[in-house]
T-cell receptor, first 114, second 117 residues
């Protein structure tokens, strides 16, 4: 079975631009979560979506938004990019929400903002 | 507030040595879950173990073992007879079981383990 797939794997953008990152969950998984991992730090929770509804949001500015599609794939959008947005963006899928539903992570998208 | 502290930034050992990675957590909840993940250079987070706050039994899986002590809020991870393939960043994480709204994880800053041949 295919794991969580993210695209693109690498991305270079300029300050002020907008970016869209994509995630396809494991087949049958209805929840997708997004995490930001700045170099040298642990991942930080951005969003969780379940059945196309936002179920949780971390401490990130409104420049960050996401959505989940009927096929449960998800997009993370970041507007007005700042240098500090440079990070590895990880997507994780799970069958449901709640701690009894383990997260399965993808390989991430590495975003560099110049 | 929830917090996970991994005080060891980097550890370097020689193959076949045993190594322990420390994790200390803070939470006000009585029901919570603790996790360990491995992150190889590829970037993917690989799940290693999950423990709930009511199960303080230590666990062993092959060369891996975990020591959960609520009295000291610690959840340490030991690799016995380390191998070069164990080289990675290891993260400890915490999740609170609040109504099942999310399975949000709070991660520590990670410990980079380098196993030299």
């Amino acid at each position: 079975d295919a794991g969580v797939t993210q695209s693109p794997t690498h991305l270079i953008k300029t300050r002020g631009q907008q970016v869209t990152l994509r995630c396809s969950p494991i087949s049958g998984h209805k929840s997708v979560s997004w995490y930001q991992q700045v170099l040298g730090q642990g991942p930080q929770f951005i969003f969780q979506y379940y059945e196309k509804e936002e179920r949780g949001r971390g401490n990130f500015p409104d420049r960050f938004s996401a959505r989940q599609f009927p096929n449960y794939s998800s997009e993370l959008n970041v507007n007005a990019l700042l240098l500090g947005d440079s990070a590895l963006y990880l997507c994780a899928s799970s069958l449901r929400t709640g701690v009894n539903s383990p997260l399965h992570f993808g390989n991430g998208t590495r975003l560099t903002v110049t | 507030a929830q917090k996970v502290t991994q005080a060891q930034t980097e550890i370097s050992v020689v193959e076949k040595e045993d190594v322990t990675l420390d994790c200390v957590y803070e939470t006000r909840d009585t029901t919570y879950y603790l996790f360990w993940y491995k992150q190889p250079p590829s970037g993917e987070l690989v799940f290693l173990i999950r423990r709930n706050s009511f199960d303080e039994q230590n666990e062993i899986s092959g060369r891996y073992s975990w020591n959960f002590q609520k009295s000291t809020s610690s959840f340490n991870f030991t690799i016995t007879a380390s191998q070069v393939v164990d080289s990675a960043v290891y993260f400890c994480a915490l999740s609170e079981a609040r109504g099942g709204a999310t399975n949000k994880l709070i991660f520590g800053t990670g410990t980079l383990l380098a196993v030299q041949p």
